[in-house]
Nanobody, 127 residues
Framework: QVSLAESGGGLVQAGASLRLSCAAS????????IGWFRRTPGKEREFVAS????????SLADSVVGRFTISRDSAKNTVYLRMDSLKPDDTAVYYC????????????????????WGQGTQVTVSS
């Protein structure tokens, strides 16, 4: 069983940066792939970024390429989502998720690929 806790959300102006953290406990952190998703009211939860179980392969949604970066600090059992040049369209609740089922190089991007979810952290970007 893996437990996840997101932090780092907040209210910022357009163009600002934030770093979200996803702290994991339970399980073997180095053996899980981690993904970030976001949801705005009335919309489906959408994929943002993921990092593979091993070798830290990463994948980003087209809408955040060049602005967001996902990284892992295994010593702290934490995955980060660095968000730069934030836009009002980035406003959402951001969730991190974990899975042990993906291939070691695979960067899963579908909700169904993940077994464990955090409670979410709100990011609001004002114009």
């Amino acid at each position: 069983q893996v437990s996840l806790a997101e932090s780092g959300g907040g209210l910022v102006q357009a163009g600002a940066s934030l770093r979200l953290s996803c702290a994991a406990s339970g399980g073997t952190f180095n053996k899980v792939a981690i993904g970030w998703f976001r949801r705005t009211p009335g919309k489906e939860r959408e994929f943002v970024a993921s990092i593979s179980r091993e070798y830290n392969k990463t994948s980003l949604a087209d809408s955040v390429v060049g602005r967001f970066t996902i990284s892992r600090d295994s010593a702290k059992n934490t995955v980060y989502l660095r968000m730069d040049s934030l836009k009002p369209d980035d406003t959402a609740v951001y969730y991190c998720a974990a899975t042990t089922r993906s291939g070691i190089f695979h960067t899963p991007s579908n909700e169904g690929d993940f077994d464990y979810w955090g409670q979410g952290t709100q990011v609001t970007v004002s114009s």
